[in-house]
């Protein structure tokens, strides 16, 4: 059964560990949000784009940062839809030329809400 208090849960989770851990580039912070075996799909720029966890926050951690760049950087909640332990949040992200549009699938596991698949393509605005 859906609760407005697991959605609040979310949306607080997704802005002070999701958006905050791209934005400054900190892992650290990521993985307060994303569950070990995390997996990633999607596209960008017409190309396929598949990562593990590992593959991703490597990324991340290698990257400049949107905040040490200087570029446009904005997350945005679309829709949270939760169902017992289970939940999907549609998000916006701008982030340095790119805007893209995110599935984020949620599992309830040991009383917290973590993101367990990332589906993602780049969309223009």
Known sequence: METTQDS??????????YFKG??????NILGNILN?????FGD????????????YLDG???RQSPKDSDKP???TIISIDVVNSIAVAKVHVKMYEF???????????NNRWVIVNKMITDVTE
């Open 8 to 17: 609040t849960v979310i949306a607080r989770a997704l802005e002070d560990y």
């Open 73 to 75: 950087f904005k997350g």
């Open 99 to 109: 805007n893209y549009d995110e599935f984020l699938s949620f599992h309830k596991i």
């Open 36 to 40: 070990p075996g995390t997996l990633l």
């Open 44 to 55: 960008i720029k017409g190309q396929p784009y598949a990562k593990t966890l590992d593959q």
């Open 60 to 62: 991340v951690a290698h």
């Open 22 to 27: 791209i934005y400054e580039g900190d892992i």
